[in-house]
Structures are given as structure tokens and as C-alpha cells.
């Protein structure tokens, strides 16, 4: 059965700091890689979706890359801001549903 | 629409009353995802369906869940004799194309059996 794992828990990090937030999975098969972010007592919201063969995704200030045989992503948020403090998901898709890890707590400090 | 819709945002209910949960997916989507969250843990897959029919249901924890989508596009998360453990947020989710497509979350129904 997938497994993801995120490192860290959280983190607490002063404005303007770049950060990297990592996530791990046991199963190589995979379909894709997709990011998310989700604010207290709200759903998930789409950052960043990297199929099986590619190998990075850029949008804005945030790049998502993956390593499909060592099993591993990293989320890299640049210049952070106080408004991307929020709880990091990262799910894989395999087989025929998505595997989630239990999110990176993120707190930018303004 | 727009967004992946679910109704209704919040449920209290009694321990060992019925439930129903509704999700309308955004449209064209054919993939519909239902997952469950408890605070501080990652999504949690219930069941998934590919148009009408339930490709997988391995996550739905026991014969009180099912969940029916009659026409491919509105689903229904049907909980019976709910329990106190069966409180969480329930989060639906949409995709448009299988395998490859991006997925699209819901704000969740949140569900309390005192």
C-alpha cells in the first residue's frame, strides 16, 4: 500500500525566507504528484499538479519537483509571505485513488 | 459550475440517525473522489467513481457508508446509524480526466454525531 510521509510536521519560518517542504512516497508507480494548500477549516486548493514524467512545476513563486524512483517531491516557496501560512498537502495518484501525506504546518512571520 | 459544490457545510446529527452528504462536481468532470479528514490528519479515500459506477470502494470503513452517483455528475454519501467516530469533515473532490488530470476539492461537510 503507497504510504507519503511529509517533513516536517511544521514550521515556522520569518517573512521573506525561502523554505522547502518535502514529501516521500514508498511506491514508485505512480500516476502523478499534486500539491495543495489548505487553510483552517477549508477544503484543499490546487498549487501544483507534476505528472509521472516530468520533473518539475513552476508557478509563481512556488516550484514543485519529483524524483519518481527515489520517491520524493519538494515544494520550494520563495520570498514567503505571511499570507502562505496555511497547512501543505502533498497527495500521489496510484491506482485508483490519491494518497495523502498529514501536511506540513506552515507559519510565516511577518 | 464553477467549483466542486457540497452541501451542506455543516451537519450535527444524533448518534444512530441517517445522513446524507451531497457533492455536484464541476461539470464535465467524470471522476468524483469522496474522502474523509480528521483534525490534524491528511484525506483519507472513501470511494471513488468513474461516471456512474463505483470503480473503488475499499475506503468506505464498514456497510453503514455508500455513496450513489445516478446520473455521472451529482454523488450522495449516504451514512447510516451514524457514531460518534463517524464525525470529520467529508471533502469531495472532482477530476476531468483520469490518471492525468488535476484534482479539484470541495469546502467539505463537516459532520458532528454527539
Redesign the interface.
Known sequence: KQE?TQIPAALSVPEGENLVLNCSFTDSAI??L?W?RQDPG?????LL?I?SSQREQTSGRLNASLDKSSGRSTLYIAASQPGDSATY?C?V?S?????????TSLTVIP | GAG?S?TPSNKVTEKGKYVELRCDPISGHTAL?W?RQSL??????LI?FQGTGA??DS?LPNDRFFAVRPEGSVSTLKIQRTERGDSAVY?C?SQALV??G???????SRLTVL
Open positions: 507519503v500516476y502523478n499534486q495543495f477549508k477544503g484543499l486548493t490546487s499538479l505528472q498537502l497527495a495518484l491506482g485508483n485513488q490519491f494518497y495523502f501525506g498529514t501536511g | 466542486v457540497q473522489y474522502y490534524g490528519q491528511g484525506p483519507e479515500f471513488y470503480a473503488d475506503g471533502l473532490a490518471d492525468t488535476e484534482l479539484f476539492f470541495g469546502e467539505g
